[in-house]
């Protein structure tokens, strides 16, 4: 008997054994980058979710290239993943969408998301037409024509309310403003009116975004879960009531969306619905944290504050009549402040890196990098490189008088 078990146990060794190296060997055709793939199954997730309060290039990111070099490969979230800080091969990774790469989305966020990669990608024309419809209702032109009046009300709005508080905790703060005036713009969302506040829901649910994915009653990923439903729940209501009531036109995003969905086959409620999540969800951390970061830097630095209040005073002492709303040639012409926002979006790497997943292999600096593998693109590689921006962990807006017809803000 004792020698079954014995076999048993040695069996269950070799085996784990053979699957702990094929885990730390995954096969390739060629010469895979350096680097580690972590444990197993959870491989070095635990080391990227790792907080930092540096404006730097992440640790995780960082240490790793000192040790490996500018492309390397690990493991996140069971996946395996070539991390690239190389200017040059970043830009030819974008260059090769559809061809090389295609996009992608960790498998987590894209199960919460419900976007299948490979059913999206299958549709060429999904990706031009949300590029083409986003850009109708918050791009330049749209802001110009109508949304300048309606962001400027919101702002001295929350303005006016906060100036009445002791004091305030900035992020939560902007969070709730960007949400609400985005979640206006997608569907007519009236936050003061709502009984429920999905603003608090998202909130929630970006703090258990980043946990360990692991649905059971209790953690941090069940309650992000839960927090997700209250606000798909609110935005299918709403679309299931325009549908029921076609008359209703409110001229915001959703109206635009229930018109074409009578000829865009993939538009289907579900797909609708989960894009106007995912576009809350995006608007929501990405322009608050950026927002967030650019006051915590302008209160930091006199000398901005300074020439900022000198360029409204300027355009404010112009003016006939000195509470008109701001005009666009005004906006325009407002050339260090659009120098602080370029600067304060060079140094807001909001998220460590954007993903693309390779279709066939691609060969690069010696290396193979195989099909089926996630790419991380790395922004900070180029936002903080000091070959591209001497002293680049400076607050600097007056290193954009120089680069006037560029901007971060167009990439």
């Known amino acids: 008997m004792w020698s079954v078990w014995l076999s048993v146990a040695s069996l269950l060794i070799v085996l784990a054994t053979h699957w702990l190296y094929r885990w730390r060997n995954p096969k ?76 992608w989305y960790m498998d987590s966020f894209a199960k919460i998301l419900h976007q299948d990669a490979a059913r999206i990608n299958a549709h060429k024309n999904v990706h031009k037409y949300l590029r083409n419809v986003i850009l109708g209702h918050f791009g330049p032109e749209a802001l110009k024509d109508k949304m300048l009046p309606q962001l400027e009300d919101a702002i001295n709005k929350r303005l006016y309310g906060w100036s009445k508080l002791p004091s305030l905790e900035v992020k939560s703060s902007t969070s709730a403003m960007i949400f609400d005036f985005t979640a206006k713009q997608l569907f007519s969302f009236q936050a003061d009116k709502s009984k429920e506040d999905i603003c608090e829901s998202f909130t929630n649910f970006l703090q258990g975004l980043m946990s360990f994915p692991i649905n059971i009653p209790g953690t941090a990923y069940h309650r992000c879960l839960q927090n997700q439903k209250k606000a798909i729940s609110i935005i299918t209501s709403e679309l299931e009531e325009r549908k029921s009531n076609p008359e209703i036109r409110k001229g915001d995003f959703l109206d635009q969306i229930l018109a074409d969905m009578k000829t865009e086959t993939f538009l289907t409620d579900k797909f609708v619905i989960y894009m106007i999540f995912g576009l809350l969800f995006a608007s929501f951390e990405t322009i608050s944290s950026t927002l967030t970061l650019a006051i915590m830097l302008i209160n930091e630095n006199p000398k901005v504050i300074r020439e900022l209040t000198e360029e409204h005073e300027a355009i404010l002492k112009n003016r006939e009549d000195i509470n008109s709303g701001l005009t666009w040639k005004e906006y325009k012409s407002m050339t260090f402040t659009h120098n602080v926002i370029n600067e304060s979006l060079r140094l807001a790497s909001v998220a460590p890196g954007i993903l693309r997943r390779t279709l066939q292999d691609i060969q690069v600096n010696g290396y193979t990098i195989p099909k089926g593998w996630a790419l991380m693109v790395v922004p900070a590689a180029l936002q903080l490189n000091p070959s591209t921006y001497e002293n680049p962990l400076t607050f600097n807006p007056w290193r954009w008088q120089q680069r006037i017809s560029y901007h971060l803000g167009q990439a």
């Open 28 to 103: 390739c055709s060629g010469k895979l980058p350096p680097g580690s793939m972590g444990f197993p199954l959870i491989g070095e997730t635990l080391g990227l979710l790792a907080s930092s309060k540096s404006i730097d290039t992440p640790p995780f990111i960082k240490n790793r290239m000192k040790k490996y070099g500018p492309i390397f490969r690990t493991s996140l979230a069971g996946r395996p993943v070539v991390v690239s800080s190389d200017p040059e091969f970043n830009y030819y990774v974008f260059q090769q969408e559809g061809k090389l790469v295609e996009r």
